[in-house]
Each structure stands twice: as structure tokens, then as C-alpha cells.
């Protein structure tokens, strides 16, 4: 159910939710988190979300971890972000589980785990999500917990790359400048650098501004 295209009042809408559907309740926390037809309100958002959570509303338990993580209207508590990211990981949603890998890595709510951070980020990628594909990527160039692979780093960044992930596109850069799970080829080094410093990337745009520190740097190694 689209909320931005609901033509109702925040009260025509809890009159509705007063039936209990999920949909309705959550849809409440919506209009209050965006200001749809009312004030901002973090609070009251918390508040229909919660109810909405209760009822396994996937959607509702994403935006209630993200309300808890930002401390907004609710005290920040990981944890409890930690909980309602959980919830809406193992239903499916595919930020939710992207989002579960970071936690992971991150030791957000949680204790750290890699392996999990992993586990997490391979179904938010079989779901398409090329951030995924990049946190992946980077755990098999690391050589920590999974197996030096080069070549599988590289097929994953070239996906992520494709769809404008600035950290792969300069991951992919580096692969190519060094030939590492890939035929070297500079030109094809200095094309994926370019992309990530235009999108931002704070390495690329660096050794832009920077031509000697890189040289230098690729010379001790």
C-alpha cells in the first residue's frame, strides 16, 4: 500500500486503523514520521510503528530500528534498533538485511561477527542490493575469515560499480590498476577512479588531487 498517495487526514487514517489492520496502523507512524497532512512527529510515529511491529508489519519494524538508531523521538538505544532490524531482516527486506551486515561489522546492537555480517549481506545481494555486493566484495580481497579470492571480489564489485557504488567503482579501480582478479589495464584503473571521485569517493578524489602521495604510496608496496 502506497501511504504518499493515501488521500486521507492523519484521523480518517487511525479511524481506520482502529480495525487493526497492519497496514493502516503503520501507515499512521508514516504520516506522522513525514509530516503527510500533519505535524512532524517523531514521538507518535514510535508510537503507531510499535503497534504496527507487533503485528509483524515488516516496514514498520525498519523504520522503528531506524528511529531507535537516530534517537528520534525515542532515546537512542542500539539495541533495541538492533531488535526491530532483526525483525525485519528475517522477513525479507532486503535494506533490513543489508543494514543487519553492517550491525554485524560494526558491532552495532550487537557483538561483532564478521561471518554474520556476511551471511547478512549475501541475501541482501541475492535480493539485488549492490551495496551488499560491495561489503561482500571487500571480505574477499581482506582474506580474513573468508579465502583470499580476487576474482570473485572483482565480479562483484563490476556489478556494484555498474550501478554507481562509489566504493566499488574505486575498489574496481584498484583491481584493475594492479591486475588482481583481472587482466591489469590502467586505462580501465583510471576510467573507474574518475567515476568514484565524480560520485564522491573521498580515496579517489585524493589521489586526483594528489598524483604523487598515490605513486608513492603504490611504490612502497
Known amino acids: 500500500?502506497?501511504?504518499?498517495?493515501?488521500?486521507?487526514?492523519?484521523?480518517?487514517?487511525?479511524?481506520?486503523?482502529?480495525?487493526?489492520?497492519?497496514d493502516f496502523i503503520y501507515g499512521v507512524g508514516y504520516y506522522?514520521?513525514?509530516?503527510?497532512r500533519t505535524a512532524v512527529d517523531y514521538k507518535e510515529a514510535v508510537h503507531w510503528y510499535e503497534k504496527a511491529a507487533k503485528k509483524e508489519h515488516v516496514e514498520a519494524a525498519m523504520h522503528l530500528a531506524l528511529l531507535y538508531a537516530q534517537g528520534k523521538g525515542v532515546e537512542?538505544?542500539?539495541k533495541k534498533?538492533?531488535?526491530?532490524?532483526?525483525?525485519?531482516?528475517?522477513?525479507?527486506?532486503?535494506?533490513?538485511?543489508?543494514?543487519?551486515?553492517?550491525?554485524?561489522?560494526?558491532?552495532?546492537g550487537t557483538k561483532p561477527d564478521i561471518s554474520k555480517a556476511f551471511d547478512w549481506y549475501k541475501k541482501a545481494a541475492a535480493q539485488g542490493d549492490f551495496r551488499a555486493m560491495c561489503c561482500?566484495?571487500?571480505?574477499?580481497?581482506?582474506?580474513?575469515?573468508?579465502?583470499?579470492?580476487p576474482a570473485k571480489a572483482f565480479q562483484l564489485f563490476e556489478k556494484a560499480a555498474n550501478a554507481n557504488i562509489p566504493a566499488a567503482q574505486y575498489?574496481?579501480?584498484?583491481l584493475?590498476?594492479?591486475?588482481?582478479?583481472?587482466?591489469?589495464?590502467?586505462?580501465?584503473?583510471?576510467?573507474?577512479?574518475m567515476k568514484a571521485a565524480q560520485n564522491g569517493f573521498r580515496l579517489a578524489i585524493?589521489?586526483?588531487?594528489?598524483?604523487?602521495?598515490?605513486?608513492?604510496?603504490?611504490?612502497?608496496?
Open 136 to 149: 561482500m566484495g571487500a571480505h574477499f580481497l581482506s582474506g580474513e575469515v573468508l579465502p583470499y579470492e
Open 76 to 78: 537512542k538505544d542500539d
Open 32 to 36: 506522522y514520521e513525514n509530516g503527510i
Open 176 to 193: 584493475y590498476r594492479y591486475g588482481e582478479g583481472v587482466e591489469k589495464d590502467i586505462e580501465k584503473a583510471d576510467f573507474w577512479r
Open 206 to 221: 585524493d589521489e586526483l588531487e594528489h598524483p604523487e602521495k598515490a605513486d608513492a604510496d603504490k611504490e612502497r608496496e
Open 81 to 108: 534498533a538492533f531488535f526491530y532490524m532483526n525483525q525485519a531482516a528475517k522477513s525479507g527486506n532486503m535494506n533490513a538485511q543489508y543494514n543487519m551486515g553492517r550491525c554485524y561489522e560494526e558491532g552495532i
Open 171 to 174: 575498489n574496481l579501480s584498484v
Open 1 to 22: 500500500m502506497d501511504m504518499k498517495n493515501l488521500n486521507l487526514t492523519v484521523d480518517e487514517l487511525k479511524i481506520l486503523a482502529e480495525n487493526g489492520q497492519r
